[in-house]
């Protein structure tokens, strides 16, 4: 939805529409346009493409939140860097987020075939995606125990 109305006219329809405003909603996990990816790329004799190494993208998360403690311990162990965000504060995406008054954690950033013809299924993998599912699991987790 965010991609496809924009953030400012998802936000109106969130909060005239759904009474979906920050006092209604306990977290928002913003995954952005790409989390992980594959850094680098081999095209085999047969045209087969192999990634290997892996690109992350930048994290933010509320700061002063029980949500935001969760993500910046969870994520530093799956090798992110969440940073801190305050409204005003910087952070992609989620910056607009928090700006918003949202307790949110996100990701935002760009890998090397972003937007381009070769951005395909062979851009990420399953061991890639799998600790990423992990962490955000574990995160989502903390918020429900923060009720």
């Known amino acids: 939805l965010g991609a496809s109305f924009g953030v400012p006219d998802f936000f109106d329809l969130l909060t005239n529409s759904y009474d979906l405003g920050p006092d209604n909603v306990r977290g928002w996990l913003h995954t952005g346009s790409v989390t992980v990816a594959y850094s680098e790329f081999t095209t085999n004799d047969d045209g087969s493409v192999v990634g290997t190494g892996v690109s992350r993208?930048?994290?933010?998360y509320t700061n002063g939140t029980a949500l935001g403690q969760c993500a910046n311990t969870t994520?530093?162990?799956a090798g992110y860097s969440p940073m801190a965000v305050t409204p005003g504060g910087g952070g992609g995406g989620v910056a607009e987020i928090v700006d918003a008054g949202y307790t949110a954690v996100g990701f935002w950033g760009s890998f090397p075939r972003f937007h381009t013809?070769?951005?395909d299924e062979t851009s990420v993998g399953p061991e890639l995606l799998e600790p990423l599912a992990s962490a955000i699991a574990e995160v989502m987790a903390?918020?429900?125990?923060?009720?």
Request: glycine letters at 0%.
């Open 142 to 147: 903390c918020l429900d125990d923060s009720v």
């Open 57 to 60: 993208a930048s994290c933010a």
């Open 75 to 77: 994520l530093s162990a």
């Open 117 to 119: 013809p070769d951005d």
